[in-house]
């Protein structure tokens, strides 16, 4: 609890000094990093009262409250949260606004003229900055209609305001962005430099009679008859159709000649009520983020791994949170039927958070795009000419003795049972000489088989010694002790690893013999698992139940089964960061070992999280701290088995 309250104040602290750099023009962070905080700290603490308050402006300028409240509004960050918000708003039509990446700016009116022009502030009071917004392009000092009348209106009208493109580019390329000049430019004590600024408006509130509009998109409809810049309206007719818009929107939104973060759904209904409070819940801003963008597909790459053909789609090069990327798996088949990818798509590749990107949607072309070009599956295995298998969920060569499914089984063993001296050079070349066609043949290499891999036959007839070749035969004889998920992820069967097999052992399939007598119902069964997965294991099994029988009984292997014991026993461990003492594949086995297990990820459940930064800000120490998992050091890691 003390971590967790250390974190919540740790953000808040955060929070506010962001909010004041952001509004007084000098923005230290992305909108992305500041949503990231402020995200973390209403899944720690929603009612914690930082969540609640807008911001605070600067002391130059005299205060004024506003005639609307100009809170926060409410976010998705990708279309899963934009669709769990539209299950519970329904409208008939969603009206969708660009989101102006500017500073906002409320316009106040006594019978058409403007008295006053105040910032956001903190949401209800903010600084009044009149003189210099009179030289705004796009505010009105009185408001006439489009045919020269008056307008008799008291109330206020806001906006954003912006600095586009080119006047960024040409005069203020110092800055920056876009949005922070405009916010230092606005809130001049001389007002110098306002008059490159643009105001763009969005809403509107009459104080005195009745409104000039009867819904949101009437709001527009007047504010441009009084010769208003008007934020661009698109009318949706379910929330499928708003997603599709966004991706739209990301796709052309360079070509703007302003910046935008996102879009804003509301329903045609005027709601004052809920727009009154310090977050709206009937709008939302949809927002756009640094790890999605979107590119075209140039070409599909089938990458082959032992039996099983996997497609990756080669598109434009983007970039994404900071990194280029032009490539992403389509998984299977299945993915690129679901998905709809062709050759020239136009795609909305994801990151998220997720170290290796994914193609989330494809943008639908109008009509029958020539410029697409469908897909074609490989039908032949590359090594053996079998023809492939199409199971929709898997691509795949279904010939046994195929030698890239074997050369693929053996280099697998080693990596998993962790026989480092053993390259795969090494390997290929035995298994080219035919000296390798199994993992039992791994364990018949001895010295005088591996030497000639080492020494020249001039120095094999010298009778030298090969210190490689030793080393190697050692290394090879000191891992025939092995676990039962070691043992069984290293036959290479498609989708079984390590972790998959540890879920089965917790869950009573914790001997060979338990496994083999296993059917796809009782594994399916197992929490993780499902009908696919277990199918291909129950497969797997039964094809290399003949080898794994041999090495268990011959003693080559000595399985480690059953229950688990030792220090670490139904401890999971996960780490982070660098170890001082050990590389963290050696910490993970010690873990294994002592008879814990090792996620790759902090999850509920988990038991220590292991990292001699304890105090650093990633994203698994605040996972840890949300869901209270303890984070130890490496020196309190090893002092748990016994070894400090």
């Known amino acids: 609890m003390d971590s967790l309250e250390k974190r919540i104040e740790e953000l808040s602290a955060l929070i506010q000094r962001y909010q004041k750099s952001y509004y007084n023009g000098e923005g230290e962070i992305s909108d992305a990093e500041f949503d990231a905080l402020w995200d973390e700290l209403k899944g720690l603490d929603p009612e914690n009262e930082i969540l609640h308050k807008v911001g605070a402006d600067s002391i130059n300028f005299a205060k004024a409250k506003h005639v609307m409240p100009m809170g926060s509004q409410e976010k998705a960050a990708n279309p899963e949260e934009f669709l769990a918000w539209a299950s519970k708003h329904a409208y008939p039509e969603y009206l969708v606004e660009l989101k102006l990446d500017g500073a906002s700016l409320e316009l106040q009116y006594e019978k058409g003229r403007l008295v006053r022009a105040v910032t ?30 008056p307008v008799d209106f008291t109330g206020g ?89 966004r991706a739209h929107i990301m796709e052309v939104r360079k070509s703007f000649d302003y910046d935008i973060d996102g879009l804003v759904i509301k329903e045609r209904r005027v709601d004052h009520e809920d727009a009154s409070r310090d977050r709206p819940d009937r709008q939302i801003a949809f927002k756009f983020s640094l790890e999605e963008a979107v590119t075209t597909v140039r070409k599909v790459e089938w990458n082959e791994a032992g039996a099983t053909y996997t497609p990756v789609a080669v598109f434009d090069p983007v970039d994404l949170n900071g990194t280029t990327v032009q490539r992403a798996s389509l998984v299977n088949p299945n993915t690129i039927e679901a998905l709809g990818v062709k050759i020239g798509s136009r795609v909305v590749v994801v990151k998220r958070g997720e170290i290796i990107p994914k193609i989330e949607s494809v943008i639908q072309a109008a009509g029958n795009d020539a410029s697409e070009v469908p897909l074609k599956l490989p039908e032949k295995c590359s090594a053996c000419a079998s023809t492939l298998i199409n199971e929709g969920t898997r691509l795949y060569c279904p010939n046994k003795s195929c030698s890239k499914r074997i050369l693929h089984r053996l280099l697998k063993w080693v990596s998993v049972v962790d026989i480092r001296d053993l390259g795969e050079t090494l390997i290929r ?35 030298k010694v090969s210190k490689g070749a030793k080393k190697v035969a050692l290394s090879i004889q000191n891992h025939r002790k092995v676990s039962l998920a070691k043992f069984i992820a290293g036959f290479d069967i498609e989708g079984i690893g390590e972790t998959v097999v540890e879920k089965l052992i917790d869950g009573g399939f914790n001997t060979l013999e338990k496994l083999f007598a296993s059917s796809s119902e009782q594994i399916e069964a197992v929490y993780g698992f499902a009908e696919v997965m277990a199918k291909t294991l129950v ?37 982070t960061g660098e170890l001082t003492s050990m590389k963290r ?40 701290a949300t869901l209270g998992i303890p984070v130890i050091t490496e020196k309190e890691f090893l002092a748990l088995l016994g070894r400090s």
């Open 585 to 624: 594949a050696d910490a993970q086995n010690l873990v294994k070992e002592a008879g814990g297990s090792v996620k790759s990820s902090v999850v509920k459940g988990l038991s220590y999280l292991v990292t001699n930064d304890t105090t650093s800000g990633s994203s698994k120490n605040k996972k840890a």
């Open 120 to 149: 956001r502030g903190d949401g209800s009071l903010g600084d009044v900055i009149t003189a210099n917004a009179l030289k705004m392009q796009g505010v009105r000092p009185e408001l006439f209609l489009e045919d020269g009348s």
């Open 157 to 245: 009208i806001r906006g954003e305001v912006i600095m586009t493109h080119q006047v960024h580019d040409s005069l203020f390329a110092d800055k920056a962005n876009c949005r922070n000049a405009a916010n230092g430019l606005m809130k001049r004590k001389d007002g110098a430099g306002s008059e490159h600024l643009t105001l763009i408006t969005y809403d509107v509130w009459a104080t005195e009679g009745n409104q000039p509009y009867d819904d949101e998109e009437g709001k527009l409809v007047w504010l441009k008859k009084c010769g208003f810049n008007i934020v661009p309206l698109k009318i949706c007719r379910g929330a499928e159709e708003v997603i599709a818009f």
């Open 539 to 575: 497969e797997g099994l039964a094809e290399n139940k003949s080898e794994m029988e041999n090495l268990v009984k011959s003693g080559i292997i000595d399985l480690q089964e059953g229950e688990k014991t030792g220090n670490l026993a139904n401890l999971s461990f996960c780490f």
């Open 429 to 463: 070349s035995l298994f080219k000489d035919g000296l390798l066609k199994s993992v039992t043949d791994i364990y018949s290499l001895t010295e005088d088989k591996l030497t000639p891999y080492f020494l020249n036959s001039e120095s094999i007839k010298d009778e």
